[in-house]
Structure formats: C-alpha cells, structure tokens
C-alpha cells in the first residue's frame, strides 16, 4: 500500500502555487477578489455591531437592502462615494485609505 506524503507549505506559498507570483495577472485577479471581499465582511459586521438590519442601514444612506446585500455578499464592486456615504451616513464613521505600493 502507497502512502501519500503530505507537505504543510505557508500561506504565500500556497498562494504563489495556487495563483501565481505577485505581480502576474492571476495573483492581480485574487488579490483584487481577496480585498473587496473583506471590505463586504468589514462592512457586514459593523452592522451587526450597530446591530441594524441591512434595510435599515440602507434606509439611512440612501441605497437599498438589495445593494448592501449585494456589497456583503461580494457581489457587487461599490464606488468610493457610496462607501464614503455608507460608513459615514449609514455608520457615523469616517472612511480612511492608505494606498501600499
């Protein structure tokens, strides 16, 4: 009987296996999906923090229950004003960048 031999590699590893190094256009593509991905988690659970419904944080910004369904669930890419206006109007928040090059 064979046995399989597993090798445990780290997450950039795995990454630059599955995706490719950085810089080409598949790892682009995943790093890309990667952060507007957290940014439907992020903005999920600061909801739930505030402990409002989609509805109701949509009612407050100007957008609909569908649209922030849609930014939580990772379907849908959101302008930088919508976001602006969500985490300000939606939250009381204010929204800070930072750009690593």
Same mark, same amino acid.
């Given at each position: 009987?064979?046995?399989?031999?597993? &090798?445990?590699?780290?997450? $950039? $590893?795995?990454?630059?296996? #599955?995706?490719? &190094?950085?810089?080409? &256009?598949?790892?682009?593509?995943? @790093?890309?999906?990667? @952060?507007?991905? &957290?940014?439907?988690?992020?903005?999920?659970?600061?909801?739930?923090? #505030?402990?409002?419904?989609? $509805?109701?944080?949509? $009612?407050?910004? /100007?957008?609909?229950?569908?649209?922030?369904?849609?930014?939580?669930?990772?379907?849908?890419?959101?302008?930088?004003?919508?976001?602006?206006?969500?985490?300000? @109007? /939606?939250? /009381? /928040?204010?929204? #800070?960048?930072?750009?690593?090059?």
């Amino acid at each position: 009987m064979k046995t399989r031999e597993n &090798k445990l590699v780290d997450l $950039e $590893e795995f990454i630059d296996q #599955k995706y490719g &190094k950085c810089g080409t &256009k598949g790892r682009d593509k995943f @790093e890309e999906d990667y @952060e507007t991905f &957290k940014l439907g988690v992020m903005l999920q659970e600061m909801r739930k923090q #505030k402990n409002m419904t989609q $509805e109701q944080l949509a $009612e407050k910004c /100007g957008t609909t229950k569908n649209y922030i369904s849609r930014i939580e669930n990772d379907a849908s890419d959101i302008r930088l004003s919508t976001l602006m206006r969500i985490v300000r @109007e /939606g939250f /009381g /928040g204010q929204l #800070k960048l930072s750009v690593n090059l």
